[in-house]
């Protein structure tokens, strides 16, 4: 039998009970849609969050105290390790130790809010060298400056606020000159930074930085640092400076094991790598979800084939007697099953095209998200694969079961 | 070298304690060209004996030879393209797909002999003309009459060109008239060459036949040659 005689038999069968094969292929258009679905929702959020991470710059890297946290309790840890000090951030700024680095800023996490008057907002406060922040988040002061290194060696109580912070303290009225309460400590606001919304991790408008000495000492009265940041050179030369920065780090701490090292290096290339599994873990994960429906959907295409293949007894036993092999009458229910499930995936991935890109429109309307409507071919392929193997697999049993049927029996079934 | 050639065939149906036997120790040849009715009450084992004739079915012990060659150890791949290439078959309930146009119930043979399109469609007109039949090509079954239906079914079972066409009682279901005209077209192809087994059991349907085969009980009772009636004189106006 000739391989077109095949699908026209197929598509012949189902002609005869097209509304019965349409229910029944709903189950299947659903679970694909849903597949689909998810693995374009989960690939464009990938893509939003790895863009915004890139934002921040891929010459920068990022030096923690403690372990690299494997968990959340880890995470919480590295906040009340002490292991990184002025002289680290001193050694590290030299250029014989890090020849490739740029700049070498600590950063100090306050939590805290701040007050105006009888205003009160709970901003993201930072104690952090405020060019080098401007620099790579590339945002520059609206009106005023940044404090200078003068401010940081004499822990002046000076602060930078963003735009969102000046709003919510101060509305319409000016900021500049003003004094604001951090932690109930007295600070001169001496610039305001221009609103440039979610950079990365970080909402820049919501920010209020102080110099890190100042955070350490009037705020929070400790003598490390939570976190140095460094920019390299050159986005290529970070694997060069996260080496350097390691060795000398191990140097002044005295450690000769790196698998004791009570530090630990994290650069851009990581982040977007840590950042890119997670992601991609919940989105398979999503997607096996999906999936189950997709055997509901398999076993509802196994029993209308079977309630067929009864019904068709007599047919099966005709073509038998007037020549089809076994194998000619099994490719005969399977191609009608994989039919059904392909017609159901192809339903199924339209649908999930245009809610897809439905929710790419709200998203970018009602969160001004750069969200993208992601449709990749692996995604129609996947659609209709996964469709094809359910038809396949389901479709199985029944077709055997036809192929199976002795022709004198069929042909006098009743 | 006879055309069909079977020797000590039993067919029994069951296991064990059930064994109900429907063919015992037959032998029986039959030659190229040859028109033969077979006869005998219900139950004496006719259909089974076709069946086996035709590849459908396995003796349960015995030997078949088809045109000299066994065919006790082909696989059903084997018996299938041999009902394919060899068999029509004409059946009581005319077993045509339903809702399918006649000319697409012909061509259903040359469809699994892998024949293209255009060429079955050919044949399939061919022989629908040799049953009269070519006024009704894209009628479904349920729109035509039972003698009509049992006339496309003939047109299908010879549209492979088979050298043996076995017709099980192929007028039962039909009236005198139509009974007539269905035997006639046998006999038309008898004259073409065709070898025809026919089931019936009318007399006067088997008397049209040139060898009468009678069963009883599953054994051949009597295996007579009768003289060849010029049915063509009898039926052409
Ligand atoms: N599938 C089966 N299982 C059990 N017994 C069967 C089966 N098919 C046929 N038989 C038995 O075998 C015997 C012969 O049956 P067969 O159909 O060949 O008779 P027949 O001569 O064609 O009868 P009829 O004229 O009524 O069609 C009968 O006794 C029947 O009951
Ligand atoms: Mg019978």
Known sequence: ?414 | MALLDIRNVSRTYGEEDTVTPALRDVFFTVEEGEFLAIMGPSGSGKSTLLHILGFLDRPTSGSYLFTGKSIGDLDDEALARLRNEQVGFVFQMFHLLPRVAVLNNVVLPLVYAGVPAIERERRARESLTVVGMTHRLNHVPSQLSGGERQRVAIARAIVNAPRLILADEPTGNLDAASGQMVLETLERLHAQGHTIILVTHETTLANHAERIVRLHDGRIVSDERRERRNVHAHFSK
């Open chain 1, 1 to 414: 039998m000739r391989i077109p005689d095949q699908l026209r038999t197929a598509t012949e069968g189902l002609k005869t009970n097209l509304g019965r094969s349409f229910l029944t292929i709903l189950g299947i258009v659903i679970g694909v849609a849903a597949i689909v679905l998810v693995l374009s929702l989960g690939g464009a959020a990938r893509e939003l969050i790895l863009r915004e991470v890139q934002g921040i710059g891929g010459e920068t890297l990022v030096v923690r105290p403690g372990r690299q946290p494997e968990g959340p309790s880890e995470v919480a840890q590295t906040l009340f390790s002490d292991s990184l000090k002025e002289r680290d951030i001193i050694a590290l700024r030299r250029k014989e130790n890090v020849p490739g680095a740029r700049s070498v800023d600590p950063a100090i996490f306050v939590p805290g809010s701040v007050t105006y008057q009888d205003q009160v907002y709970r901003p993201t406060i930072f104690g952090w060298n405020a060019e080098t922040l401007a620099e790579a988040f590339d945002i520059t002061p609206a009106e005023g400056t940044f404090f200078t290194e003068e401010d940081t060696r004499a822990r002046a109580q000076v602060t930078v606020i963003g735009d969102r912070v000046r709003d919510e303290l101060f509305g319409s009225a000016t900021a500049l000159g003003e004094t604001i309460r951090i932690r109930g400590h007295a600070f001169r606001v001496v610039g305001v930074l221009d609103a440039r919304g979610q950079v990365g991790f970080l909402n820049t408008d919501e920010l209020v930085l102080v110099p890190y000495t100042t955070a350490q000492e009037k705020l929070l009265a400790i003598s490390y640092v939570h976190e140095i940041f460094i920019r390299a050179d050159d986005p290529s030369r970070v694997e060069e400076v996260a080496e350097d920065v390691r060795r000398t780090l191990r140097e002044m701490h005295g450690i000769t094991d790196p698998a004791k090292d009570d530090f630990f290096v994290a650069t851009q290339q990581d982040i977007l790598e840590r950042i890119g599994t997670v992601t991609l873990a919940l989105t398979v994960f999503l997607a096996a979800i999906a999936a189950i429906s997709l055997v509901v959907g398999g076993i509802g295409i196994m029993n209308i084939m079977l309630v067929s293949v009864t019904e068709r007894t007599r047919e099966i036993g005709l073509r038998k007697a007037v020549g089809a092999t076994n194998a000619e009458i099994r490719a005969q229910f399977l191609l009608e099953a994989l039919l059904l499930t392909v017609t159901g995936g192809a339903l199924g991935t339209v649908i999930a095209l245009l809610f897809a890109a439905l929710a790419a429109v709200v998203i970018r309307q009602q969160f001004s998200l750069p969200w993208s409507f992601q449709f990749s071919t692996t995604g129609i392929l996947l659609g209709l694969g996964t469709a094809a193997l359910v038809g396949l697999t389901f479709g199985l049993y029944p077709a055997t079961r036809a192929a199976r049927k002795d022709p004198i029996e069929a042909l006098r079934y009743e």
